[in-house]
């Protein structure tokens, strides 16, 4: 008998090890948010053949307004040309889907997403994406990048952000990414590169912050002195993730209240 309830302890000693392990695991509370059109595979972009393999036409995501430099030094090229989506089939190793978003090396180009951001086909928000910042959790935006012919004063800024009683954008976090020719290393003979990832990290919401509760927007913008912009360099991108993680002491009442059910449940054995 007492070597049945030993053992029978040593078992439940294992589920409770194997239990608290997937707890505290901030991985296993990860919720994952639906960014729509998140690997950038509507519009479809025409085939890499066509004498111009791009779309400007990019589903869900608006464009950022065209700064007043821009008519001065486009030479005719519109402002629409900056962004858009092309066929990324070997391209890129870890690419998610059949296709990516490029953005050019202009100041100011790039795209945003929010409740109230519009697209190329819808004037009037769809109000598709409707995240909030929801007070005791914390926010991860991560995103596939990869530069190409530029110089180390080009960078992209990665942000979350919420829009403030004017409508403005007012940044939460963000990530800058420099431009390392060390990091983004082209393959020779066209074999596929290697998205890079890049995260931005927001702790946890606390009541008293002026985004609880706010919408969530996610922003990509280019930078580059204006002298250094170049028509020829461009960042690629694929796969915008978004999650949401419970603050701590939310998951640590889970780790105990497992702890103590079956530990209860272990010593309730014994004793029978």
């Not at 910042?133 to 991560?142: I, P």
């Not at 995260?199 to 002298?227: E, F, M, R, S, Y």
């Not at 960042?235 to 009442?253: A, H, Y």
Request: glycine share 8%; net charge negative.
């Amino acid at each position: 008998m007492l070597a049945h309830s030993a053992l029978t302890f040593q078992r439940h000693s294992a589920l409770l090890a194997g239990a608290l392990f997937a707890v505290c695991s901030s991985a296993s509370f990860a919720t994952v948010i639906s960014v729509p059109n998140f690997s950038f595979e509507s519009q479809p972009a025409p085939p890499v053949t066509d004498p111009i393999p791009v779309t400007s036409k990019v589903d869900s995501w608006q464009r950022q307004d065209q700064p007043v430099f821009w008519d001065a030094i486009s030479q005719g090229t519109p402002w629409s040309g900056t962004s858009g989506l092309f066929q990324s089939d070997y391209s890129y190793l870890n690419e998610e889907g059949h296709q990516a978003m490029y953005v050019l090396n202009i100041p100011g180009a790039g795209a945003f997403q929010d409740f109230n951001s519009t697209d190329w086909q819808n004037a009037a928000p769809t109000h598709a994406f409707n995240a909030t910042f929801t007070v005791g959790n914390a926010y991860q935006l991560t995103l596939g990048l990869f530069g190409k012919n530029m110089d180390s004063s080009s960078s992209l800024t990665l942000s979350l952000y919420y829009r403030d009683g004017s409508n403005n954008k007012v940044t939460v976090g963000s990530t800058t990414i420099q431009y390392d020719a060390q990091v983004f290393v082209v393959q020779p003979n066209q074999f596929p590169n290697m998205l890079q990832d890049y995260t931005v990290n927001i702790p946890v919401v606390q009541a008293t912050d002026a985004w609880a509760g706010k919408n969530i927007g996610i922003d990509i913008v280019a930078n580059v002195p204006l002298q250094n912009a170049n028509g020829s360099a461009y960042w690629d991108m694929d796969n915008v993730r978004l999650s949401s993680v419970p603050e701590p002491g939310s998951i640590g009442l889970l780790t105990f209240g497992a702890a103590g059910f079956l530990f209860g449940r272990g010593r309730a054995r014994r004793q029978a």
